[in-house]
DNA sequence: ACCAAGCGTGAGAATCGTTCTCATGAATCG
DNA sequence: CGATTCATGAGAACGATTCTCACGCTTGGT
């Protein structure tokens, strides 16, 4: 019931904050092994899925279906554009597909609508 | 390079006819067992993939991870409302959306935009 | 119809991301 | 300062998917 402070959560989530990118648990967790934190994989795996239980975190499927997660700017529901090579994210605000969405659903009488709506592209830099 | 016609083939084509929901390449190896055509799994993993490649098949995932095949009546470019627990489908055809996906896309200077756009909820035979 | 060439098949092994197990460690609270 | 109980971690287990490779069948030409 109760969220227990612990070093290895504290390390989970510092590490997140240094990320720019959306990033695997694995990743995250080379990260803590290279600055030092200890944390052992399966609890970066819990860790993580707390967050984003508790959406503290953002979490999508690449198209290996890898779970990655990032610390978003925004904390209200968003979507992302995110660089298939680089993975740069940019948070997207829709309320034209918000709208749509819930249309949608609603006109074939279908409730509890959620939506998946992620869109991947190739960043400026990352173009030759 | 060429694709040969073999039993295998026809057999997971037709079985994939006989569905209207979103099914696992697992549920369809059922289906063929079940039908008396057998064929290897790994045949149907692959099958499914060649479809779905040529655009004959259409593929996503459910929250899970796995993935899910059907062959939808539309051919043109659609998204899906799907429901959750009984994976019945519904092909949506959203201008709307692949507007806004193009536009974001462009705004932020990120090119070869792909959009993952998919819908689930609850349908109404599947409420209580 | 016959044959050679090579794609397709399948059983089982291998991958690999993720979850589970369970003994041990550490936060929390009175 | 305990007692309680959640958290941790090493390794096993899982589960979907892919790979291996010897053998079979489709295909296209003769
Ligand atoms: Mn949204
Ligand atoms: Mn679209
Ligand atoms: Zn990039
Ligand atoms: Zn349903």
């Given at each position: 019931?109760?969220?227990?402070?612990t070093?290895?959560?504290?390390?989970?989530?510092?590490?997140?904050?240094?990320?720019?990118?959306?990033?695997?648990?694995?990743?995250?967790?080379?990260?803590?092994?290279?600055?030092?934190?200890?944390?052992?994989?399966?609890?970066?795996?819990?860790?993580?899925?707390?967050?984003?239980?508790?959406?503290?975190?953002?979490?999508?499927?690449?198209?290996?279906?890898?779970?990655?997660?990032?610390?978003?700017?925004?904390?209200?529901?968003?979507?992302?554009?995110?660089?298939?090579?680089?993975r740069?994210?940019?948070?997207?605000?829709?309320?034209t597909?918000?709208?749509?969405?819930?249309?949608?659903?609603?006109?074939?009488?279908?409730?509890?609508?959620?939506?998946?709506?992620?869109?991947?592209?190739?960043?400026?830099?990352?173009r030759?």
């Amino acid at each position: 019931m109760t969220t227990r402070m612990t070093r290895q959560r504290a390390a989970v989530a510092e590490a997140l904050d240094e990320q720019d990118e959306f990033r695997s648990a694995q990743q995250l967790h080379e990260v803590l092994r290279a600055r030092g934190d200890s944390v052992g994989l399966a609890t970066v795996y819990r860790t993580l899925q707390t967050f984003a239980d508790a959406h503290e975190v953002d979490q999508l499927r690449n198209a290996d279906g890898e779970v990655l997660y990032r610390r978003c700017e925004r904390v209200e529901h968003h979507h992302h554009l995110v660089c298939r090579s680089c993975r740069r994210t940019i948070e997207i605000d829709g309320p034209t597909v918000e709208a749509w969405a819930a249309k949608v659903g609603a006109a074939h009488d279908f409730t509890d609508i959620d939506h998946t709506i992620e869109l991947w592209g190739t960043c400026k830099d990352c173009r030759g």
